[in-house]
């Protein structure tokens, strides 16, 4: 499958790993938006939030397990935001479903 993600998963496609497990897999976005900012995605290639079902969501908890986990090692004590864009009028732009972990900073609300 020509997926960007599942190649940087595979190590095809270097990467600036954080975190890595059976399930998920971590690493800084390539065009940060914030002084942290990570993308955390499950090794299994889901398109999108709108592919979640019965039999997958138990890696997007465990995404959200980690991505606690990570805010503490990166001492987002103050906050943080996780977003997930879904679909082309949302902006997602890499069909492999990604969660931003981005802090260290300020943000607005709603965001643009
Ligand atoms: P989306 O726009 O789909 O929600 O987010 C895709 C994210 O992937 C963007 O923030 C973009 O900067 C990041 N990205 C795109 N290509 C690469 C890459 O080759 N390596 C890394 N580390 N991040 C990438
Ligand atoms: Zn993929």
Redesign the pocket.
């Known amino acids: 499958m020509d997926c ?1 993600f599942c190649k ?1 998963i595979a190590g095809e ?1 270097p ?2 790993k954080i975190y890595e497990d059976d399930t998920v897999f971590a ?5 940060p ?1 914030a002084p942290v ?1 990570v ?1 955390i995605v499950p090794k299994v290639h889901i398109a999108s939030a709108d592919d979640i079902n019965e039999k997958n969501s138990d890696v997007i908890a465990h995404i959200f397990e980690v991505a606690a986990k990570i805010a503490k090692e990166k001492g987002l004590s103050d906050g943080y935001r996780i ?3 879904c679909g082309d009028q949302a ?4 069909k492999h479903i ?1 969660f ?1 972990l981005m802090g260290g900073r300020d943000f607005t609300w709603p965001a643009g």
């Open positions: 960007l940087i496609i990467s600036s690493f800084n976005d390539i065009d938006q900012h993308l977003v997930n864009n902006g997602q732009t890499v990604h931003h």
